[in-house]
């Protein structure tokens, strides 16, 4: 029976290995991402000539008028490419908001802000909270997604190193909260407002005026931020750590540099003007004639507050980054800064490339009206087969998880999702707020972030590992993180049931439903 039991687990140990190789040939074979939206624009227009031709339409359950397609070969079709292609480019949400965003980024990084901030978090810990320090690190890196996975990975290899663990595990805890983390934050970063731009693009296609703002998902994050916290801790030190065992190899034990004085108390300044400025936003609107309340209703969740909330978290980022720098001296001058925040822009121009084709397909897709018509046509095949309510969401969490096997980009998937997800949930009879599919959305981008080679820093991670053993690979990297992606699954999949369940919003002016 013994013998029986292990010829099954040696042939399913054979079977996932041949479906790793299977996730990583099929994802090397895939396109650049802007390649691939470049050819989904093509599509479109040749899909919209075919739909066009054998009479697609469908009746908008709003107003019951009859859409049909707009073909983009006819003539009015073309001229509309012809004197739109640049204006669809500018008009993109996610282009201003992350060039704006990366102000304050750029100028966090390059002065140092995050890289200590980083250290201090992990190296200020109690030996019993170092696991549960590092998955933190590694959710907050998020922030900056370079500094965690270039610093903190090594990073976290290094210190349980230093103390006597296994590397390994140090390597796992911190890729856990870097990369699974990405649903995850106590703080709004730049993630949030290229998803909620594209978010807001897809919405339009069923109301013109409907933005979602970058902090759709801030409650929702918030509390996701304990989950992976406590399962990636309980991960580690339960079953990763046990699994790797005693680390027998003779890589040299590297001395973990404490924070200098003038470090210390940068941090310190830096935490101080960051509350200041806090404060000063909060006084902005919590009194009833706040400054940043609209001015004729006192609403807060409708105000210029959200309205310019990408301007806020510039401010959060570059205040404290600018006195951090000062008084460390990464910022002597107004050039230092200058030469911070270009640093940092000079590395999005893959992602301004990403952004022209990705906008000419979203607008393509909408002028067509192909994308509206699927969303109705979706929304009433959901309602004729009754598959509504959380596990619907739960089915596209796993859908995302899926396709994330395939293709990296986080951006480019929400991108080619959205316009058909978002519109198609926001017409059910439960009409779903475009933040509940960006949310879902989120988590299983996050789950297979874990063991996916198409991620792009995952050669990265194999280097790091290969420090410490020349024999650990892609294998071993994904079967030391997929408890990771199972158990986080579980548990946050359960926490958005559950959400969806109390009805709570899920950020500001996030309800579950529209009303």
């Known amino acids: 029976m013994g013998n029986f039991f292990n010829k099954i687990k040696r042939g399913s140990k054979r079977a996932f290995a041949k479906s790793l190789d299977y996730v990583e040939i099929v994802g090397n074979k895939l396109p650049h991402p802007a390649t691939i939206f470049a050819l989904l624009a093509i599509f479109v227009v040749l899909l919209s000539w075919f739909a066009h031709l054998i009479g697609v339409t469908a009746t908008h359950p709003g ?42 980024i750029g100028l966090a990084e390059g002065s140092g802000l995050f890289n200590v901030m980083i250290k201090a978090l992990v190296l200020k810990s109690p030996p019993k909270l170092i696991t549960a320090s590092i998955v933190l690190a590694g959710i907050i890196s998020g922030l900056a997604v370079e500094a965690g996975y270039v610093v903190l990975i090594p990073l976290g290899a290094m210190l349980f ?33 290229i998803l909620a731009g594209i978010s807001t693009s897809a919405a339009q296609l069923i109301d013109p005026d409907f933005f979602v703002n970058p902090a759709v998902n801030w409650y929702f994050m918030i509390a996701s931020t304990f989950v992976v ?23 040299e034990k590297f001395a973990i540099q404490q924070l200098t004085k003038e470090e210390s108390r940068a941090l310190r300044w830096a935490g101080i003007s960051m509350l200041l400025f806090v404060a000063l936003m909060a006084y902005t609107v919590i009194p009833e004639n706040g400054l940043l309340r609209d001015p004729e209703t006192g609403s807060v969740l409708r105000s210029p507050f959200f309205d310019g909330i990408i301007i806020g978290i510039l401010l959060f980022f570059f205040i404290p980054s600018l006195v951090f720098g000062i008084i460390v001296k990464t910022i002597r001058n107004d050039k230092d800064m200058m030469k911070h925040i270009i640093k940092s822009m000079s590395g999005m121009g893959s992602y301004i490339v990403l952004v ?112 410490y053993d020349e024999k650990y690979g892609i294998g071993t990297i994904i079967s030391t993180m997929l408890p990771y992606t199972i158990f986080l699954g579980i548990v946050w999949i359960a926490l958005l049931v559950l959400w969806m369940m109390f009805g709570i919003p899920l950020g500001p002016d996030g309800p579950i439903f529209i009303n």
């Not at 669809?88 to 201003?96: M, R, V, W």
């Not at 230093?162 to 699974?180: N, Y």
């Not at 990763?240 to 027998?248: D, I, N």
């Open 229 to 251: 916290l406590f399962v990636g801790t309980w991960i580690t030190e339960k079953i990763v750590e046990p699994r790797l065992g005693k680390y027998e190899g003779n890589a």
């Open 63 to 104: 107003d019951g008028e009859i859409i049909r397609v707009n073909n983009l070969i006819s003539s009015d079709g073309i001229r509309w490419m012809y004197t739109n292609i640049l204006d669809n480019f500018l008009a993109f949400p996610p282009l201003g908001y992350v060039l704006v965003v990366m102000v304050g």
């Open 161 to 193: 190193h230093a103390i006597g663990r296994h590397p390994m595990a140090g390597l796992a805890a911190a890729f856990c909260g870097v990369s699974g983390g990405f649903g995850a934050n106590f703080f709004i970063g730049s993630i949030d407002p």
């Open 356 to 467: 022209f084709f990705a906008a000419q397909f979203v607008y393509f897709f909408n002028h067509s009206n192909l994308g509206l018509i699927v969303a109705i046509k979706g929304a009433a095949g959901l309602k004729e087969i009754g598959f509504t309510g959380p596990m619907l969401i739960v089915s596209f969490v796993i859908l995302s998880a899926f396709i994330n096997m395939f293709m990296g980009s986080a951006s480019a998937k929400w991108a080619i999702i959205a316009p058909v997800f978002i519109p198609m949930l926001m017409l059910l009879d439960n009409a779903y707020h475009p933040g509940i599919t960006q949310a879902a959305f989120r988590i299983g981008d996050s789950l297979t972030n874990l063991v996916t080679p198409m991620m792009s820093y995952f050669a990265l991670i194999v280097t790091f590992a290969q420090k």
